[in-house]
């Protein structure tokens, strides 16, 4: 026989949790204790830490620790790339020649401050007087941030990582690289096609390497529908460093003008016969106490 739902006993609330006292029966554990036996109760490792909340709290404290450390960095570059890319490699020295001149012409630039492409990029913004700054992120094989790096910051989540390099960036430079590259970069298009973010230069560097793909994209993608032909647009391509940084400012620049509001010489004044006036009954006069004079240096007084 169904028991009558007024029988029931009172439902326990933690917090925003409500949990009937059935349910907590089974619960893996049994019955959860009281907070302060919790808190208290002494473990070799404390089961907090292994917790989804307090992960929830580290989450967090990634976000928190990396919108202050870089709130304040000005423009920046974010540039991938492969970690395999040795020194004197022609990638390499690729994207160290792409750091530099995007310190030159006054961007930092934001790595995954790791070896190979990264350590290339950061090192040439250094030399080229630039704010160099590493985003690195915990791996089972250890990776430590590169030597090059002024300004780093270490990440155990992906994704909080992944929004900074997103959220602090003018622009996007992708050199030649693995699995990793190809996610930001994809990740980049997706959010730009759709209207997630505003549309920043996307710039690929080494024609040949990114010409399989290219192709792949125009031949199978767009011929099966599954993009839209002003998507091929959302990147460019280019073979050198000066090409590389000279994409970025220029798309930069083009990028802060479709979203900066209009100066005053851009606003033509309406003319008289635009603007009709409005009939005494419209509009009630304000009472003397309601409206301050105006200074002659506000309206121009002849």
């Not at 730009?192 to 390497?209: D, E, K, M, N, S």
């Not at 125009?218 to 000066?242: F, K, M, N, W």
């Not at 009709?276 to 002659?296: L, T």
Request: proline letters at 8%.
């Amino acid at each position: 026989m169904a028991r009558d739902p007024a029988d029931r006993p009172e439902t326990a609330r933690k917090g925003r949790v409500l949990l009937a006292p059935e349910a907590a029966e089974r619960l893996p554990g049994g019955p959860p204790r009281t907070e302060d036996q919790k808190l208290l109760r002494r473990t070799e490792r404390p089961a907090f830490l292994d917790s989804d909340p307090w992960r929830a709290l580290r989450i967090l404290a990634e976000f928190v620790e990396g919108f202050d450390a870089l709130a304040a960095i000005g423009p920046a570059v974010t540039v991938f790339g492969s970690a395999r890319a040795p020194e004197g490699e022609p990638t390499y020295e690729l994207a160290r020649a792409i750091g530099r001149g995007l310190a030159r012409a006054g961007f930092a630039v934001i790595t995954g401050g790791g070896p190979g492409v990264m350590e290339a990029a950061n090192r040439g913004c250094r030399e080229g007087g630039g704010l160099s700054i590493g985003l690195n992120i915990e791996l089972p094989h250890e990776q430590r941030l590169n030597p090059y790096v002024d300004l780093g910051i270490e990440f155990r989540y992906f994704f909080a990582r992944k929004t900074m390099f997103v959220k602090y960036a003018d622009a996007f430079v992708i050199l030649p690289g693995g699995f990793g590259t190809l996610d930001e970069l994809f990740e980049a298009l997706t959010l730009i096609q759709t209207h997630r973010i505003r549309h920043f230069p996307v710039v690929l560097v080494g024609r040949a390497y990114w010409a399989g793909l290219l192709d792949w994209l125009r031949d199978t993608l767009l011929a099966a529908g599954a993009i839209s032909p002003e998507d091929l647009d959302l990147y460019v391509v280019v073979d050198d460093a000066e090409a590389a940084v000279r994409a970025v400012v220029e798309g930069v620049a083009a990028s802060r003008s479709e979203v900066a509001p209009a100066s005053p010489s851009e606003v033509a004044p309406a003319s008289p016969s635009e603007v009709a006036p409005a009939s005494r009954s419209e509009v009630a006069p304000a009472s003397r106490s309601e409206v301050a004079p105006a200074a002659r240096s506000e309206d121009g007084g002849d």
